[in-house]
């Protein structure tokens, strides 16, 4: 069974640091293309990045939103994905998703998780 | 970027009847839109890809259908766990972009 177990969230002020992780099991995170999404209160979904799988070198890309500041990364050997973000400002409260990321051909939709994790970014 | 809008905002319905959402893309996605529910406190659960695709486990009262610009989900004889917010989602093109969601409630 495929499960994404994240942790990592809470309360910080601005400009500061915090790192998000989401645990896989079920299947062998680096085979897969992996994306984080956060959503702001009473808002749709907003992309942040991605990393691609090992087949594709592990690249990652970035909403211009957090170019620069936020950082995909993945530990094959813990099977978990990260998500560093520093600079933190107000907007970018928001519960944080890690999600599997499938589609043939251009980009992908997010076919499966994690439970989510709450960033509140105060000043 | 590609924006999404859907319709309605709310939509206000009974068990057993159907749901009709609308989702509509500034530019044409091609079938490239996926459709996902969300419950309050839970994250977003894919239910049709690329148009009309159900996903893996999805009741077949779940419907999609449309192309390039306007997209419609149906939902037909509503379950009472199916009041919830729908929200569609293009991968056409950078950056991947969501709409802003219909809540369907009773």
């Not at chain 1, 992996?34 to 979904?45: C, D, I, L, N």
């Not at chain 1, 620069?68 to 050997?77: A, E, K, P």
């Not at chain 1, 409260?93 to 998780?113: E, K």
Request: hydrophobic content about 35%; some cysteine; aromatic content about 10%.
């Amino acid at each position: 069974e495929v499960q994404l177990e994240q942790s990592g969230g809470g309360l910080v002020k601005t400009g500061g640091s915090l790192r998000l992780s989401c645990a896989a099991s079920g299947f062998t995170l680096s085979n897969d293309w992996m994306s984080w999404v956060r959503q702001a209160p009473g808002k749709g979904p907003e992309w942040v990045g991605h990393i691609t799988s090992h087949v594709y070198d592990g690249t990652t890309r970035y909403a211009a939103s957090v170019k620069g500041r936020f950082t995909v990364s993945r530990d094959d050997s813990k099977n978990t994905l990260y998500l560093q973000m520093d600079s933190l400002k107000t907007e970018d409260t928001a519960v944080y998703f890690c999600a599997i990321s499938r589609g043939q051909g251009p980009l992908y939709h997010f076919t499966f998780w994690g439970q989510g994790a709450l960033v509140t970014v105060s000043s | 970027e590609i924006v999404l809008t859907q319709s309605p905002a709310t939509l206000s319905l009974s068990p057993g009847e159907t749901a009709t959402l609308s989702c509509r893309a500034s530019q044409s996605v091609s079938n490239y839109l996926a459709w996902y529910q969300q419950k309050p406190g839970q994250a977003p659960r894919l239910l049709i890809y690329d148009a009309s695709n159900r996903a893996t486990g999805i009741p077949a009262r779940f419907s999609g259908g449309g192309s390039g610009t306007d997209f419609t989900l149906t939902v037909s004889s509503l379950e009472p766990e199916d009041f919830a917010v729908y929200y569609c989602q293009q991968r056409s093109d950078w950056p991947v972009t969501f709409g802003p969601g219909t809540k369907v409630d009773i």
